[in-house]
């Protein structure tokens, strides 16, 4: 047995060469990377069913092997050929940070583990509240996404808005229930959130929307008022800055005017959108985010970072402190040197962290961040692109207008009766998933199914959006005629 699990130099180093190949070949062909490969789960699954490995391996084999049953298996995330959900194909720096950060393995939860990897991360919380036009004095925690995003800025809300009732101690016990709003098109982490906080989705008001599925605001205040009267506690309202379905963006001023009215704590779920405010051209319809007393932000999305890395924002260090401080014994700073120092992990849940901040550091300076807006831009011009296509097309059909970078359509052949319509877009997700060449995924429009194209990936190009088009139509005409 050796005395330690390194290899020698000569030997990390052809492991090393031999990853970088395998990363050159990602990117070789990118342009033309499939969607999806059709492989039956039980053969996924029997690739690797064995047992505990007790013996090790030839780590170039293993990596021969993981080439060929990972990599060249993948989903194609990276490449111009995904339109599902919001996969933004992250981006070659911060892959390279991800290594780097896992080479020196710091603890990114008390300063002096990781003194550098926290000035970072509180740099790039500036850097963040300066993009999106939040107040300076931000305080704010790197997350995994924009559900985590969420679940913090709503545990501070419940938090700080029930200190009075001293919840950190007492729980929620013989409390008034708490009520939160949002409206219908709002994304299912909200629902996780409050029911991971005990405030249970049944007190989660769920507003309708108008044409623009932007909430309604009549229907949110007379909410409100009546859960007074019925002896709720109205606490929180939580705005979308860019919905998952359509990218709808609330009337966040409107929003914020409510929350003070009512004295209720504002949240605003930008994990979709939140990013693309930064942009000089788009400012006016985020208007009103600035007031949020917490946002949630999501880096693998519109920042085109790898997994996993969202951020919550709040208004300052404080409401983050009074939430997750817990006095331990073993963390105590009373003995270190100085005492000028962050300590994150005073700041949030997590004890151990990794230093997720420092892709995003890395990747805006080696892009500079008017690269990666010149990137938010060409994924909306892309957006408007394949709406005008599907708007002129005879075969398809534009089902939501959006400021962002989602298009919901569908697609109606040219002679297709309305329930043919409905059958065959149905049909076309497993269809498309089989065929493999584009990957895209559905969604219903106030109970209508929609095939549904997210466009934030910055390999993408006009002709990749034709490509999209011209597939489904292909696979559709299949279908029909089976
Ligand atoms: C508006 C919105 N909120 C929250 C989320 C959840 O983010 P994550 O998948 O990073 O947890 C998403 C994901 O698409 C989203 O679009």
Redesign the pocket.
């Given at each position: 047995m050796k005395n330690s699990l390194d290899y020698s130099p000569q030997e990390l180093q052809g492991i090393l060469q031999k990853t970088t190949d395998l990363v050159m070949q990602q990117y070789a062909n990118i342009d033309r990377q499939d969607g999806f490969h059709d492989y039956p789960q039980a053969e996924v699954a029997s690739w690797f069913d064995e047992p505990l490995p007790t013996e090790g391996c030839d780590a170039i084999a293993l990596l021969d092997y993981v080439k060929q049953r990972v990599l060249d298996t993948a989903t194609g995330n990276l490449g111009p050929n995904m339109y599902a959900?919001?996969m933004a194909g992250g981006n070659q720096i911060s892959s390279i940070a991800d290594f780097l950060t896992s080479t020196i393995n710091q603890n990114a939860t008390k300063w002096h583990l990781g003194p550098a990897m926290t000035e970072i991360e509180k740099r790039v919380i500036k850097w963040t509240a300066d993009m999106i036009n939040y107040t300076p004095e931000a305080g704010g925690v790197m997350v995994?996404?924009?559900?985590?995003?969420?679940l913090t800025g709503l545990t501070v809300a419940r938090n700080v808005f029930c200190r009075k009732f001293n919840v950190n101690q007492q729980g929620l016990f013989g409390m008034k229930p708490l009520t939160v709003y949002c409206s219908s098109e709002t994304?299912s982490?909200t629902d996780k959130s409050i029911s991971l906080l005990g405030i249970g989705t049944k007190q989660l008001r769920r507003i309708a929307t108008d044409e623009q599925f932007k909430i309604d605001l009549q229907q949110l205040r007379e909410q409100i008022e009546a859960d007074l009267a019925a002896g709720f506690m109205p606490f929180c309202i939580v705005g979308?800055a860019?919905?998952?379905n359509t990218g709808a963006i609330d009337d966040l001023a409107a929003l914020a005017d409510i929350a003070k009215q009512f004295d209720m704590w504002f949240h605003v779920?930008g994990?979709?959108?939140g990013l693309v405010s930064s942009l000089p051209e788009l400012k006016a319809k985020y208007a009103g985010m600035e007031l949020a007393d917490s946002i949630?932000l999501?880096f693998?999305?519109w920042l085109y970072q790898p997994f996993?890395i969202?951020c919550t924002l709040v208004r300052n260090w404080d409401v983050l402190r009074e939430s997750y401080f817990k006095q331990a014994d073993y963390l105590d700073t009373a003995l270190e040197s100085k005492t000028d120092r962050l300590e994150f992990n005073e700041h949030y849940f997590q004890l151990s962290r990794s230093a997720k901040a420092f892709k995003v550091w890395m990747s805006l300076k080696a892009y500079g961040f008017k690269q990666i807006q010149a990137m938010m831009k060409k994924d909306l011009e892309l957006t408007r692109y394949l709406e005008k296509k599907i708007a002129s097309a005879p075969d398809f059909e534009l089902m939501s207008q959006s400021d962002l970078a989602i298009a919901c359509f569908r697609y109606t052949g040219e002679l297709l009766s309305a329930e043919q319509v409905v059958n065959i877009n149905q049909a076309l997700i497993p269809a498309l998933e089989k065929d493999g060449r584009v990957f895209i995924t559905g969604t219903r429009l106030r109970g209508e199914f929609v095939l549904r194209a997210c466009i934030i990936n910055h390999r993408k190009t006009t002709d990749s959006i034709d490509y999209l088009l011209d597939v489904i139509r292909d696979v559709a005409q299949k279908i029909s005629m089976e």
């Open positions: 959900y919001v995994s996404g924009g559900s985590t995003a969420t994304h982490s979308n860019g919905t998952v779920d994990a979709y959108g949630a999501d693998h999305k996993e969202g």
